[in-house]
């Protein structure tokens, strides 16, 4: 097979967004990151991309009339891409039906703690105030529930007693920086020869 064709989904500010592209575009992972889209018009991830010379689209789920209509309009300009593989940074929404049956296990999500810890929105605010002297990040597949997909890899930070939720958030992204690039490599090196 040739090297995939990877999107990033993205709703913010985009810093694991710059840390995978800069890893394509060094040649660190074997595929090529053709196109970010962001479901947030005024999202900052959308000038790293312009910055990075990668194609930036972004639409609102406010401008259709259901989800549904929304990602059946995300999907054709996924297909219109010959989009192999997706992988979420920060995208904000639950990826609906529409997505899962046209990429089964082919998207990719990152979240800030030890799943199946401390699911949802908040994953490293949820783990500090429960007082854990230990949280991370997981990289998984999607599936139709909520951070609750085949887990492909974790990595582990140790929240240590004088951490603040700032110093554990900053933790966490460098961990996050760290790993994703790492994963994805091997993901597309062992599904996609």
Known sequence: ???????????GNGSNFQVLAEAFQKGNIDGELVLLFSDQPKAYVLERSQ????????????????????????????????????????YMRIIGDTL????????I?????????????HGIQDAFEAGVT????????IDDGVDTGPIIAQGKVTVSEDDTLESLEEKIHALEHQLYPQVVAKVIAENFK
């Open 1 to 11: 097979m040739t090297r995939p064709k990877v999107a990033v989904l993205a709703s």
């Open 51 to 90: 910055q990075l010379g990668i194609e930036a689209r972004s639409f609102s789920p406010k401008n259709f009339a259901s989800k549904k209509a929304y990602e059946v309009t995300l999907l054709q300009l996924l297909m219109d891409k010959e989009i192999d593989l997706i992988l979420l940074a920060g």
């Open 100 to 107: 899962l049956k046209a990429y089964p296990n082919r998207i």
């Open 109 to 121: 999500n990152i979240h800030p703690s030890l799943l199946p810890d401390f699911p949802g929105l």
């Open 134 to 141: 230990e949280t991370g990040v997981t990289i998984h597949f």
